[in-house]
T-cell receptor, first 115, second 115 residues
Framework: AQTVTQSQPEMSVQEAETVTLSCTYDTSESDYYLFWYKQPPSRQMILVIRQEAYKQQNATENRFSVNFQKAAKSFSLKISDSQLGDAAMYFCAYMYGGSQGNLIFGKGTKLSVKP | DTGVSQDPRHKITKRGQNVTFRCDPISEHNRLYWYRQTLGQGPEFLTYFQNEAQLEKSRLLSDRFSAERPKGSFSTLEIQRTEQGDSAMYLC?????????????FGAGTRLSVL
């Protein structure tokens, strides 16, 4: 069975600094997708960034980028120039490419941003 | 487009009562997912629909749970004879079968408290 592990329950970063959130996953499949979702307090979950496993190039979205290490099954999220609005729970998620599309989530990392 | 909407946002019920939640997906999305999220955990998949057909159910979806999507638009999730262990956030998400890069868009959720 596929699993997703986020080993950092909480992280803290100073405003304008850079922080990296870790995620590892376990799968025997070669066709899959990886996601980072952000869940602000009492607000809906929104997609931060998406990575297709067959693509070697790391995905980037403005201040957000990933370090995708397929052999190591690692998928970390780097947030540059952190802003107060980045404070939230961040969830790493896996989706098997051949499935009907349900996501498997990690337990999340709570990110605090200090002014 | 107003995104995925869920109703109610909060529900408090007594043990043994039945509850029903509603999800309205993004209008052109043919896939609809239900997840459950307990405190300190990531969302866990419950079930999913493609149009009006329920195609997959998780082992978490006990016999007391039933979901419908009668016309391939909105969906309802009913929990019969609620138990305290059912207390959680119930999240709905929707996506397109093709295109949009397998991205699931989430609603704000329905928080259920069983007393």
């Amino acid at each position: 069975a596929q699993t997703v592990t986020q080993s950092q329950p909480e992280m803290s970063v100073q405003e304008a600094e850079t922080v990296t959130l870790s995620c590892t996953y376990d799968t025997s499949e070669s066709d899959y997708y990886l996601f980072w979702y952000k869940q602000p307090p009492s607000r809906q979950m929104i997609l931060v960034i998406r990575q297709e496993a067959y693509k070697q190039q790391n995905a980037t979205e403005n201040r957000f980028s990933v370090n995708f290490q397929k052999a190591a099954k690692s998928f970390s999220l780097k947030i540059s120039d952190s802003q107060l609005g980045d404070a939230a729970m961040y969830f790493c998620a896996y989706m098997y490419g051949g499935s009907q599309g349900n996501l498997i989530f990690g337990k999340g990392t709570k990110l605090s941003v200090k002014p | 487009d107003t995104g995925v909407s869920q109703d109610p946002r909060h529900k408090i019920t007594k043990r043994g009562q039945n509850v029903t939640f509603r999800c309205d997906p993004i209008s052109e999305h043919n896939r609809l997912y239900w997840y459950r999220q307990t405190l300190g955990q990531g969302p866990e998949f419950l079930t999913y629909f493609q149009n009006e057909a329920q195609l997959e159910k998780s082992r978490l979806l006990s016999d007391r749970f039933s979901a419908e999507r009668p016309k391939g638009s909105f969906s309802t999730l009913e929990i019969q004879r609620t138990e305290q262990g059912d207390s959680a956030m119930y999240l709905c998400a929707s996506s397109l079968t093709q295109g949009d890069k397998n991205i699931q868009y989430f609603g704000a959720g329905t928080r259920l408290s069983v007393l």
